[in-house]
């Protein structure tokens, strides 16, 4: 039973609404989240140190033309650049993770199994290894997929879109994501085509991308 694992479990049944004798299998995925939040609270993370990074502002060919705050970038929507990794097990589930509460754009959002964005001091594989670490707690071998143009869709983001598999554990940094879980590949498809309000834009647009390569051979 799930209570033997919460503390105060009636709390918990009471909050979420769910009968307090309920089984694993019979909660839904957003119960699961709450329950994952019940049990170890994300933490607020210092914002501090996210204001004053530094992102490259390029031009419309992905070319630097100086760098800038992280808030000037994003409140102006200046071009700029960002990765996305998809991060495979063997059975070829994706790892999604959901943004936390606490991020400035697309909080609780449905997202790439990492992504961020290049610092001034940066180059875009660099920043791959850097968020696969920070984020999952992991550093495996990445493939490009796609370069993917700076748009709207991408948040005026260019993105290098990469892949990676791992068979051990994930270590997510519960500061930067909600939760997260491996899905099949035509689940995803169905969860977006059905709910693409669940998920950040850029995912989307990478996610589309991915199964148009993958569709027409190997990434």
């Given at each position: 039973?799930?209570?033997?694992?919460?503390?105060d479990?009636?709390?918990?049944a009471?909050?979420?609404?769910?009968?307090?004798?309920?089984?694993?299998?019979?909660?839904?995925?957003?119960?699961?989240?709450?329950?994952?939040?019940?049990?170890?609270?994300?933490?607020?993370?210092?914002?501090?140190?996210?204001?004053?990074?530094?992102?490259?502002?390029?031009?419309?060919?992905?070319?630097?033309?100086?760098?800038?705050?992280?808030?000037?970038v994003?409140?102006?929507?200046?071009?700029?650049?960002?990765?996305?990794?998809?991060?495979?097990?063997?059975?070829?589930?994706?790892?999604?993770?959901?943004?936390?509460?606490?991020?400035?754009?697309?909080?609780?959002?449905?997202?790439?199994?990492?992504?961020?964005?290049?610092?001034?001091?940066?180059?875009?594989?660099?920043?791959?290894?850097?968020?696969?670490?920070?984020?999952?707690?992991?550093?495996?071998?990445?493939?490009?997929?796609?370069?993917?143009?700076?748009?709207?869709?991408?948040?005026?983001?260019?993105?290098?879109?990469?892949?990676?598999?791992?068979?051990?554990h994930?270590?997510?940094?519960?500061?930067?994501?909600?939760?997260?879980?491996?899905?099949?590949?035509?689940?995803?498809?169905?969860?977006?085509?059905?709910?693409?309000?669940?998920?950040?834009?850029?995912?989307?647009?990478?996610?589309?991308v991915?199964?148009?390569?993958?569709?027409?051979?190997?990434?």
């Open positions: 039973m799930l209570r033997e694992r919460v503390d479990w009636d709390a918990f009471r909050d979420v609404k769910i009968d307090p004798k309920a089984r694993a299998e019979e909660l839904s995925l957003r119960q699961w989240v709450d329950l994952v939040n019940f049990i170890a609270p994300p933490p607020c993370p210092d914002t501090g140190l996210t204001k004053s990074e530094r992102f490259p502002v390029v031009d419309k060919s992905d070319r630097i033309l100086r760098d800038a705050p992280r808030s000037q994003h409140g102006n929507n200046l071009l700029h650049r960002a990765v996305h990794i998809f991060i495979f097990n063997p059975d070829g589930e994706l790892y999604l993770q959901q943004r936390s509460r606490w991020k400035d754009r697309h909080p609780l959002k449905w997202d790439s199994s990492a992504a961020g964005h290049v610092t001034a001091a940066e180059s875009y594989d660099e920043t791959a290894q850097r968020e696969l670490n920070e984020e999952l707690g992991i550093s495996v071998s990445l493939s490009k997929i796609a370069k993917l143009s700076a748009s709207e869709c991408t948040d005026y983001e260019f993105v290098w879109l990469y892949r990676g598999e791992v068979t051990g994930l270590s997510p940094n519960r500061s930067e994501i909600e939760t997260g879980a491996f899905f099949p590949e035509n689940m995803i498809d169905g969860w977006v085509s059905a709910r693409p309000e669940d998920f950040a834009p850029g995912f989307i647009k990478c996610w589309k991915y199964r148009q390569k993958s569709r027409s051979g190997p990434t």
